[in-house]
């Protein structure tokens, strides 16, 4: 009995040892993979495997066709330019090649916009260039050289992450290809795309400077934006 008890130390030291290497040879792996879009955040993965129950996207739409109150500026339709960020929230309409700012849940103002050169359906991984559908969050903004305004979204969600890999097991793209990142919402060095309906961006959703600049003023990070087919 004491033999084995003075053993015991010993292996419990091996495989603490066994246990410090494999964690640091996945963590080596893991964080360059997830740094080029090969792998989600460790945090996400719970949501993304679906452990915790998935839910489908409940998209929003309004009926109007036109662009609604396009000739105003959102000044004059609030009457005020202090607002409360926190009511403001974005649909885009890709079918509609339309962006409508809403504030307090109500449409304010719709503007034309542009998409991904290959705008029909979801984006899926790095490089189809397609426009993302779902629900996202503003992430940051920030002013742009060529772009006038830059308002970027927190693509890939965990709701990406899992269309991603769905389209991994059925064949849909390749297993060695990434996710993706950069998607926004940003201006265009020539108005001509956006009266043409001439869809040119990498998959970032694109509108006339002058009313990039205008939107920008009324949004802020963790502003919802909602993309829509």
């Known amino acids: 009995m004491a033999m084995n008890v003075k053993k015991r130390p010993g292996k419990v030291k091996k495989s603490l040892i066994s246990l410090g290497v494999f964690a640091i040879a996945t963590c ?27 839910t489908d996207e409940d998209y929003t739409s309004i009926t109007a066709r036109s662009f609604l109150n396009y000739d ?19 649909l885009v309409e890709k079918s509609k090649y339309r ?29 189809d260039k397609r426009t993302p559908e779902g629900k996202f969050k503003i992430k940051d903004l920030y002013p742009h050289a060529a772009w006038s305004k830059f308002i970027w979204l927190d693509y890939p969600t965990k709701s990406s992450w899992r269309k ?14 990434s ?17 043409k309906k001439s869809n040119w961006t990498l998959g970032c959703v694109s509108l ?8 920008y003023q009324f949004v802020q990070k963790g502003t919802e934006v909602e993309i829509i087919p």
């Open 208 to 215: 006339k400077n002058k009313d990039v600049d205008e939107l």
């Open 72 to 90: 105003k500026s959102i000044v004059q339709i609030l009457g005020t330019d202090k607002i409360d960020k926190n009511k403001s929230s974005i």
């Open 179 to 195: 996710i993706g990142s950069e998607i926004g919402i940003h201006g265009t060095p020539d108005d001509s795309s956006i009266k």
């Open 28 to 54: 080596s792996v893991y964080f360059p993979l997830h740094r080029i879009g090969y792998l989600p955040p460790l945090a996400d993965l719970w949501d993304i495997l679906c452990l915790n129950g998935c």
């Open 164 to 177: 991603h890999f769905q389209a991994k097991r059925e064949g849909k793209i390749n297993w060695h290809d």
């Open 99 to 127: 962006l409508t700012f809403f504030y307090d849940k109500k449409p304010i103002k719709s503007y034309p916009v542009v998409f991904g050169s290959n705008p029909v359906g979801d984006k899926l991984k790095a490089g």
